[in-house]
Protein backbone atom coordinates (compact mmCIF):
# COMPACT_ATOMS: atom_id res chain seq x y z
CA UNK A 1 0.00 0.00 0.00
CA UNK A 2 1.38 3.16 -1.18
CA UNK A 3 1.34 5.58 1.88
CA UNK A 4 1.40 9.76 1.86
CA UNK A 5 4.48 11.57 3.11
CA UNK A 6 6.56 14.21 3.51
CA UNK A 7 9.75 14.58 1.72
CA UNK A 8 12.33 17.21 1.90
CA UNK A 9 16.39 17.63 0.91
CA UNK A 10 18.82 15.21 -1.03
CA UNK A 11 21.92 12.85 0.48
CA UNK A 12 21.83 9.39 2.21
CA UNK A 13 17.63 8.91 3.39
CA UNK A 14 16.22 8.77 6.44
CA UNK A 15 12.52 7.62 7.09
CA UNK A 16 10.80 8.56 10.41
CA UNK A 17 7.77 6.81 11.48
CA UNK A 18 5.57 8.77 13.75
CA UNK A 19 3.62 6.97 16.53
CA UNK A 20 0.16 6.01 17.71
CA UNK A 21 -2.66 7.79 17.30
CA UNK A 22 -0.82 11.26 15.32
CA UNK A 23 0.51 11.66 11.88
CA UNK A 24 3.61 13.02 10.19
CA UNK A 25 3.35 16.16 11.10
CA UNK A 26 4.95 15.50 14.68
CA UNK A 27 8.55 15.35 13.00
CA UNK A 28 8.10 19.02 11.74
CA UNK A 29 11.59 19.92 13.43
CA UNK A 30 13.16 17.02 12.09
CA UNK A 31 12.70 17.47 8.53
CA UNK A 32 13.74 20.80 8.74
CA UNK A 33 17.18 20.22 10.50
CA UNK A 34 17.93 17.02 8.22
CA UNK A 35 16.95 18.12 5.41
CA UNK A 36 19.84 20.12 4.65
CA UNK A 37 22.60 16.64 4.67
CA UNK A 38 19.43 14.21 4.03
CA UNK A 39 16.59 12.99 2.03
CA UNK A 40 14.00 12.72 4.40
CA UNK A 41 10.57 11.13 3.99
CA UNK A 42 8.04 10.93 6.59
CA UNK A 43 5.04 8.98 6.06
CA UNK A 44 1.34 8.74 7.63
CA UNK A 45 1.07 5.40 8.21
CA UNK A 46 -1.64 3.31 7.23
CA UNK A 47 -4.94 4.34 9.28
CA UNK A 48 -3.42 7.64 10.01
CA UNK A 49 -3.30 11.16 8.65
CA UNK A 50 -3.77 11.36 4.85
CA UNK A 51 -2.72 7.52 4.01
CA UNK A 52 -5.65 4.82 3.28
CA UNK A 53 -7.80 3.06 5.98
CA UNK A 54 -8.75 -0.09 5.18
CA UNK A 55 -10.61 -2.30 7.88
CA UNK A 56 -8.34 -3.59 10.23
CA UNK A 57 -6.23 -5.46 12.20
CA UNK A 58 -3.28 -3.99 10.99
CA UNK A 59 -0.16 -5.91 12.09
CA UNK A 60 3.43 -3.95 12.30
CA UNK A 61 4.67 -6.35 9.57
CA UNK A 62 2.08 -5.31 7.06
CA UNK A 63 2.90 -1.68 7.94
CA UNK A 64 6.16 -2.17 7.52
CA UNK A 65 5.36 -3.42 3.86
CA UNK A 66 3.79 -0.70 3.13
CA UNK A 67 6.96 1.75 4.16
CA UNK A 68 9.40 -0.57 1.98
CA UNK A 69 6.36 -0.36 -0.88
CA UNK A 70 6.13 3.34 -0.71
CA UNK A 71 10.19 3.69 -0.64
CA UNK A 72 10.63 1.81 -3.38
CA UNK A 73 7.71 3.54 -5.67
CA UNK A 74 9.28 7.00 -5.29
CA UNK A 75 13.03 5.25 -5.69
CA UNK A 76 14.69 5.37 -2.27
CA UNK A 77 17.35 3.22 -2.87
CA UNK A 78 18.75 0.99 0.21
CA UNK A 79 20.41 1.46 2.45
CA UNK A 80 18.89 4.11 4.79
CA UNK A 81 18.65 4.92 8.51
CA UNK A 82 14.67 4.27 9.90
CA UNK A 83 14.01 5.83 12.98
CA UNK A 84 10.15 5.36 14.57
CA UNK A 85 8.67 6.88 17.46
CA UNK A 86 6.39 4.71 19.97
CA UNK A 87 4.42 2.85 17.57
CA UNK A 88 6.42 4.05 15.05
CA UNK A 89 9.24 1.77 17.00
CA UNK A 90 7.32 -1.11 16.72
CA UNK A 91 7.23 -0.85 13.15
CA UNK A 92 11.14 0.16 12.31
CA UNK A 93 11.57 -3.25 14.34
CA UNK A 94 9.76 -4.96 12.08
CA UNK A 95 11.61 -3.67 9.73
CA UNK A 96 14.87 -4.40 10.98
CA UNK A 97 13.19 -7.94 11.89
CA UNK A 98 11.99 -8.42 7.84
CA UNK A 99 14.46 -6.33 6.15
CA UNK A 100 17.52 -5.98 7.83
CA UNK A 101 19.63 -6.19 4.68
CA UNK A 102 17.57 -2.60 3.60
CA UNK A 103 19.06 -0.91 6.97
CA UNK A 104 21.73 1.55 7.46
CA UNK A 105 20.90 1.86 10.93
CA UNK A 106 18.12 2.23 13.45
CA UNK A 107 16.63 4.93 15.75
CA UNK A 108 13.87 3.65 18.43
CA UNK A 109 12.68 6.80 19.88
CA UNK A 110 10.27 6.24 23.20
CA UNK A 111 9.57 2.78 22.39
CA UNK A 112 10.17 -0.95 23.92
CA UNK A 113 11.17 -4.21 21.60
CA UNK A 114 8.74 -6.37 23.97
CA UNK A 115 5.52 -8.06 23.23
CA UNK A 116 2.35 -6.50 25.42
CA UNK A 117 1.21 -8.43 28.22
CA UNK A 118 -2.10 -10.41 28.21
CA UNK A 119 -3.61 -7.67 30.25
CA UNK A 120 -1.89 -4.70 27.81
CA UNK A 121 -3.35 -6.60 24.67
CA UNK A 122 -6.76 -6.76 26.41
CA UNK A 123 -7.04 -3.47 27.06
CA UNK A 124 -6.02 -2.69 23.45
CA UNK A 125 -9.36 -4.43 22.60
CA UNK A 126 -11.59 -3.06 24.44
CA UNK A 127 -10.08 0.28 23.71
CA UNK A 128 -10.68 -0.53 20.04
CA UNK A 129 -14.29 -1.88 20.28
CA UNK A 130 -15.30 1.67 22.30
CA UNK A 131 -13.51 3.90 19.53
CA UNK A 132 -15.64 1.47 17.10
CA UNK A 133 -19.22 2.22 18.84
CA UNK A 134 -18.22 5.48 19.68
CA UNK A 135 -17.31 6.41 15.68
CA UNK A 136 -14.87 8.68 17.22
CA UNK A 137 -11.29 8.97 18.45
CA UNK A 138 -12.11 11.66 20.67
CA UNK A 139 -11.61 9.83 23.53
CA UNK A 140 -8.62 9.18 22.66
CA UNK A 141 -7.39 12.89 23.46
CA UNK A 142 -7.22 11.93 27.13
CA UNK A 143 -3.66 9.68 26.44
CA UNK A 144 -2.62 13.56 26.47
CA UNK A 145 -2.25 13.12 30.02
CA UNK A 146 0.71 10.08 29.29
CA UNK A 147 2.34 11.64 26.39
CA UNK A 148 3.10 14.84 27.79
CA UNK A 149 4.26 15.44 31.11
CA UNK A 150 2.79 17.94 33.15
CA UNK A 151 5.26 20.97 33.25
CA UNK A 152 5.46 20.46 29.39
CA UNK A 153 1.52 20.41 29.47
CA UNK A 154 1.05 23.81 31.65
CA UNK A 155 4.32 25.58 29.72
CA UNK A 156 3.09 24.95 26.62
CA UNK A 157 -0.89 24.66 25.31
CA UNK A 158 0.40 24.62 21.80
CA UNK A 159 1.64 21.64 21.92
CA UNK A 160 -1.43 20.09 24.24
CA UNK A 161 -3.29 21.25 21.39
CA UNK A 162 -1.31 20.06 18.32
CA UNK A 163 -1.22 16.52 19.74
CA UNK A 164 -5.12 16.59 20.94
CA UNK A 165 -5.84 17.85 17.39
CA UNK A 166 -3.46 15.03 15.62
CA UNK A 167 -5.95 12.64 17.55
CA UNK A 168 -9.34 14.03 16.65
CA UNK A 169 -8.48 13.96 12.92
CA UNK A 170 -7.29 10.42 13.27
CA UNK A 171 -9.21 8.16 11.60
CA UNK A 172 -11.64 5.29 14.10
CA UNK A 173 -11.25 2.67 11.74
CA UNK A 174 -7.37 3.46 11.77
CA UNK A 175 -6.96 3.98 14.99
CA UNK A 176 -8.82 0.20 15.93
CA UNK A 177 -7.26 -1.59 13.28
CA UNK A 178 -3.44 -0.39 14.70
CA UNK A 179 -4.71 -1.13 18.47
CA UNK A 180 -5.77 -4.65 17.32
CA UNK A 181 -2.23 -4.50 15.03
CA UNK A 182 -0.03 -3.82 17.92
CA UNK A 183 -1.56 -6.39 20.28
CA UNK A 184 -0.56 -9.02 17.72
CA UNK A 185 3.32 -7.68 17.58
CA UNK A 186 5.85 -10.27 19.03
CA UNK A 187 8.84 -9.78 21.22
CA UNK A 188 11.94 -8.27 18.95
CA UNK A 189 14.11 -8.25 21.56
CA UNK A 190 16.24 -10.97 19.74
CA UNK A 191 16.14 -8.62 16.64
CA UNK A 192 18.51 -5.89 18.06
CA UNK A 193 20.51 -8.77 19.41
CA UNK A 194 21.78 -10.00 15.61
CA UNK A 195 21.35 -6.63 13.96
CA UNK A 196 24.85 -5.95 12.10
CA UNK A 197 23.70 -1.87 11.95
CA UNK A 198 24.40 0.92 14.39
CA UNK A 199 21.08 1.81 16.87
CA UNK A 200 20.50 4.77 18.68
CA UNK A 201 17.69 4.45 21.34
CA UNK A 202 16.60 7.68 22.54
CA UNK A 203 13.98 8.01 25.63
CA UNK A 204 12.72 10.69 28.39
CA UNK A 205 13.02 10.99 32.07
CA UNK A 206 9.58 11.44 32.47
CA UNK A 207 8.02 8.77 29.97
CA UNK A 208 4.90 8.13 31.98
CA UNK A 209 4.71 4.86 29.07
CA UNK A 210 8.12 2.99 29.02
CA UNK A 211 10.52 3.16 30.91
CA UNK A 212 13.93 3.74 30.90
CA UNK A 213 14.67 0.05 31.95
CA UNK A 214 12.73 -1.16 28.52
CA UNK A 215 15.14 2.04 26.79
CA UNK A 216 18.52 0.27 28.41
CA UNK A 217 17.20 -3.46 27.17
CA UNK A 218 17.53 -2.71 23.72
CA UNK A 219 20.24 -0.49 23.76
CA UNK A 220 22.24 -3.19 25.60
CA UNK A 221 20.72 -6.20 23.28
CA UNK A 222 22.16 -4.52 20.30
CA UNK A 223 25.43 -4.86 19.44
CA UNK A 224 26.03 -1.06 18.50
CA UNK A 225 23.39 0.20 20.86
CA UNK A 226 23.42 3.41 22.12
CA UNK A 227 21.27 5.03 24.71
CA UNK A 228 20.42 8.54 25.09
CA UNK A 229 18.35 9.76 28.09
CA UNK A 230 16.91 12.95 27.38
CA UNK A 231 15.97 14.73 31.11
CA UNK A 232 12.55 16.24 31.69
CA UNK A 233 11.05 14.53 28.65
CA UNK A 234 7.78 12.48 27.92
CA UNK A 235 7.24 10.32 25.79
CA UNK A 236 7.34 12.96 22.03
CA UNK A 237 10.99 13.72 22.74
CA UNK A 238 10.89 15.23 19.20
CA UNK A 239 8.01 17.64 19.51
CA UNK A 240 8.66 18.03 23.51
CA UNK A 241 12.73 18.53 23.14
CA UNK A 242 12.65 19.37 19.50
CA UNK A 243 16.26 20.78 20.26
CA UNK A 244 17.92 17.61 22.55
CA UNK A 245 16.41 15.02 20.01
CA UNK A 246 17.65 16.60 17.22
CA UNK A 247 21.11 17.06 18.50
CA UNK A 248 21.14 13.71 19.10
CA UNK A 249 20.21 12.54 16.02
CA UNK A 250 22.57 14.12 13.93
CA UNK A 251 25.26 13.35 16.05
CA UNK A 252 24.26 9.42 15.46
CA UNK A 253 24.17 9.99 11.58
CA UNK A 254 27.35 12.37 11.18
CA UNK A 255 29.15 9.43 12.63
CA UNK A 256 27.51 6.71 9.74
CA UNK A 257 28.61 9.25 7.97
Request: hydrophobic content about 45%.
Amino acid sequence: MRLTFDEHGTGPAVVLLHGFPLDRSMWSSQLGMLSNHHRVIAPDLRGHGQSPTPSGPYPMEDLAADVIETLDTVGVEPPYVVGGLSMGGYVALAMADRYPDRLRGLILLNTRAGADSTEAAANREVRAAAIEREGSTESLTAMVDLLIPETSRQARPELVEHVAAMIRQTSPIGAAGVLRGMALRPDRLDVLRTLAVPVLVIAGSEDAIVPEEDAQAMAEAAPLGELIMIPGAGHLTPMETPGATDAAIRSFLDRLT
